[in-house]
């Protein structure tokens, strides 16, 4: 019976309590608030649309960018009214002009003057209006492809920056959301939001028309939201290039080392690899993990069952802690571990 009123007692707790504080940021507790700077862009070749952001507070990327494939995308900062993504979007999507639609929802919103907003359309027509009551420096400025404004930045060579570096870009063969982030980047390293010992946030958003673009029935092919981190664009951008998997994301080579002739060893005695040859640590490229030794990894697996390198299956010349436990289970099998270990007690021997 008591354990029972304990049970009661803590469910009634649970019941009562308040969300756990990092549940959601500070800044939301009274309507979302993200003074920062942004680019919403298209791309009229490909239909892409999308939007770039940063700040100096929490998940900007939960409140500011909204895309949507087909007809545009939108950037709504400062005091933030989520509620412009949609309701900009589907007066486009209706046909609206992107300045008659701004313009009317501005005359019934009664915190107009807290609120920045940059909006454009897939045919490039745009529109952007940053309320006197934002904190300065606060501006906007438009391109051909792009809008870009912020608020309570360092000074008005943020976005003249982000403005230069994606019409610099203009018509190169790259994805927006590529183009997107190194424009943002740009105001960044001049700045940016000029608040200083904050974490901040960064978010990428695309979304692609195209047939087979996406995955997703709204097209979004790109969405990276960098909650919170010391240098948001540059985990943006690494997030960004490891997703695709841009060269340069990770280091290639061809691995070399003291494990690679143990390796050899193991595989020798066992008759995968130079059968019937005694191998030197110091014969030629004894450390190096040659394309022989990766078909001989690949013919012990096989003869293991664990499987053949194909296409979405384990890569050529895999060597993880279960092929290591298969090729000891083997010598041993064959009788063979312990002159193999004998082999390899003077190679293992640590000498630092």
């Known amino acids: 019976m008591r354990r029972s009123r304990h049970v009661v007692a803590v469910v009634a707790l649970l019941a009562t309590a308040r969300p756990l504080a990092a549940q959601e940021p500070a800044a939301w507790r009274d309507g979302p608030v993200f ?9 009229p070749r490909t239909g892409e649309v999308g939007v770039a952001v940063t700040t100096r507070v929490p998940c900007v990327g939960n409140g500011v960018p909204w895309v949507r494939k087909g007809v ?4 709504t900062q400062a005091s933030t009214r989520t509620e412009y993504g949609t309701e900009l979007l589907d007066a486009l999507a209706r046909g609206e002009a992107p300045d008659a639609a701004l313009t009317r929802l501005l005359a019934a919103d009664s915190g107009a003057q807290q609120r920045q907003i940059g ?9 952007q209006h940053t309320g006197t009551g934002t904190n300065a420096w606060a501006g906007h400025r438009a391109g051909k492809y792009y809008v870009t404004q912020g608020n309570i930045l360092v000074g008005p060579q943020v976005i003249d920056a982000v403005a230069k570096q994606f019409e610099s870009t203009e018509g190169t063969p790259r994805h927006l959301a ?18 200083h010992g904050l974490r901040t946030s960064a978010a990428v958003v695309v979304a692609d028309p195209r047939p087979g673009m996406s995955r997703r029935t709204d097209g979004q092919t790109v969405h990276i939201n960098i909650c919170e981190h010391e240098q948001p664009l540059a985990e943006l951008r690494r997030v960004y290039d490891a997703v695709s998997q841009t060269l340069g994301y990770r280091t290639l080579q061809q691995y070399a080392g003291g494990d690679v002739f143990q390796l050899k060893v193991m595989l020798n005695a066992l008759g995968y690899y130079k059968p019937g040859e005694t191998l030197s640590p110091r014969m030629p490229d004894a450390n190096l993990y040659t394309a022989d030794v990766v078909a001989a990894v690949d013919s012990f697996r096989t003869s293991e069952g664990m499987g053949t390198p194909r296409i979405g299956g384990s890569p050529a010349g895999l060597v993880d802690p279960e092929t290591v436990q298969r090729l000891w289970a083997a010598l041993a099998k064959a009788g063979k571990d312990s002159a193999v270990r004998q082999q390899l007690l003077d190679i293992t021997m640590i000498r630092r």
């Open 72 to 75: 545009g995308a939108v950037a």
């Open 178 to 195: 590529d183009r997107l982030v190194e424009a943002l980047n740009a105001g960044f390293e001049l700045g940016g939001d000029k608040r």
């Open 119 to 127: 909006v454009i359309a897939l045919d490039g027509r745009s529109a």
């Open 35 to 43: 003074h920062t700077f942004s680019i919403a862009a298209v791309d």
